[in-house]
């Protein structure tokens, strides 16, 4: 808990995005995920990787007791995430957006059957996260295709132009 109460707010949003669920992570990440400095990509991201799956079609009374904690912190997020606490900012993304998708089509076709799972995401905002981290994946992905081509095309032809200056 010392080292979340430290960290500067990237590092907390960092912390969060990569943090191992366990038996024992509900003080520390629940503590991490009241913070304001928690963006939307984040927390969503912190949500699929806390498993609801696994809970989410099981009355509350029949969840395991050793993962009670778990299915607190995963009530929390929700409620945080529809109500507008995490802002949406440019930059992160989510961790695993195929988990992000599964989720959504899982709730569109709960929708169309008539039945509702524990944990219902906002799909506004959940497409607008979605969206955001598709266009930094391909941001990232054209420049690293630039940069492969600076390797592969550009860099001999600058290195011949410039080797005859040093020399």
């Given at each position: 808990m010392s080292i979340a109460q430290a960290a500067s707010e990237e590092e907390l949003r960092r912390m969060a995005r990569y943090y191992r669920w366990s038996r024992e992570s509900e003080p520390v990440l629940g503590w991490i995920m009241a913070q304001k400095c928690i963006d939307l990509a984040s927390a969503l991201s912190v949500?699929?990787?806390?498993?609801?799956?696994?809970?989410?079609?099981l009355p509350k009374r029949d969840v395991p007791e050793a993962h009670l904690g778990a299915a607190r912190l995963l009530d929390n997020i929700c409620l945080r995430v529809n109500s507008g606490f995490y802002q949406l900012r440019p930059g992160p993304r989510i961790v695993a957006p195929a988990n992000a998708r599964k989720w959504q089509a899982a709730q569109r076709a709960d929708r169309t059957e008539g039945r509702r799972g524990r944990w219902v995401l906002d799909e506004t905002l959940l497409q607008k996260a979605l969206e955001i981290s598709q266009q930094d994946r391909e941001t990232c992905q054209r420049a690293h295709l630039r940069g492969t081509a600076w390797r592969l095309g550009l860099a001999p032809w600058a290195l011949q132009r410039l080797l005859p200056r040093l020399n």
């Open positions: 949500f699929f990787n806390g498993g609801p799956e696994r809970f989410n079609y």
